[in-house]
T-cell receptor
Framework: AQKITQTQPGMFVQEKEAVTLDCTYD???????LFWYKQPSSGEMIFLIY??????QNATEGRYSLNFQKARKSANLVISASQLGDSAMYFC??????????????FGSGTRLQVQP | DAGVTQSPTHLIKTRGQQVTLRCSPK?????VSWYQQALGQGPQFIFQ???????QRGNFPDRFSGHQFPNYSSELNVNALLLGDSALYLC????????????FGAGSRLTVL
């Protein structure tokens, strides 16, 4: 079974500052993928970034980067230069490697980020 | 390019009734997954459809059933509604080629009274 833990129910950050959202995971699968999604109040889950368990380098997508520490089983999301529009719920998720045939994403409980002007 | 479209956006039902939610995947996507998101929680996987067949199922009772049509669109049916079925139901699509990333719709918010 896979498990995702997000220990920060809520976070505040000043506009233009960087913020780190924590995510730890547990799995017995030898390969897996890690994802971060953003959910604004509208409800739609917006894909932000993906990291494969065998990827050598940490993933980056614009202002988003994923700090992947495999030995510690953590996959923290770093948002640089926060903007007011970044205020939303953020979910960490994982899925077994594609070779397993199992496709379901397992989500954490989320972190609500509020960006203050 | 339209993303994932879900309908209805909101609906209210009473206990014991049945509901059907609909999903049109993103253009080029052939796989549809359904998730239930209770208030204040992360989404939970219900099932996934590919080639009109249920490929994987989460820990949900048989009251939850689905269907995928030849045009890849999908329906989620819930029978004998319970108060605990009140949630946001999210549909996500993906392509076999790019199976890593799911594209989600805005969801259907179901309230059971």
């Amino acid at each position: 079974a896979q498990k995702i833990t997000q220990t920060q129910p809520g976070m505040f950050v000043q506009e233009k500052e960087a913020v780190t959202l924590d995510c730890t995971y547990d799995t017995s699968d030898p390969s897996y993928g890690l994802f971060w999604y953003k959910q604004p109040s509208s409800g739609e889950m917006i894909f932000l970034i993906y990291q494969g368990s065998y990827d050598q380098q940490n993933a980056t997508e614009g202002r988003y980067s994923l700090n992947f520490q495999k030995a510690r089983k953590s996959a923290n999301l770093v948002i640089s230069a926060s903007q007011l529009g970044d205020s939303a719920m953020y979910f960490c998720a994982m899925r077994p490697g594609l070779g397993t045939g199992r496709r379901a994403l397992t989500f954490g409980s989320g972190t609500r980020l509020q960006v203050q002007p | 390019d339209a993303g994932v479209t879900q309908s209805p956006t909101h609906l209210i039902k009473t206990r014991g009734q049945q509901v059907t939610l609909r999903c049109s995947p993103k253009s080029g996507h052939d796989t549809v997954s359904w998730y239930q998101q209770a208030l204040g929680q992360g989404p939970q996987f219900i099932f996934q459809y590919y080639e009109e067949e249920e490929r994987q199922r989460g820990n949900f009772p048989d009251r939850f059933s689905g269907h995928q049509f030849p045009n890849y669109s999908s329906e989620l049916n819930v029978n004998a509604l319970l108060l605990g079925d009140s949630a946001l139901y999210l549909c996500a699509s993906s392509s076999t080629a790019g199976a890593n990333v799911l594209t989600f719709g805005a969801g259907s918010r179901l309230t059971v009274l």
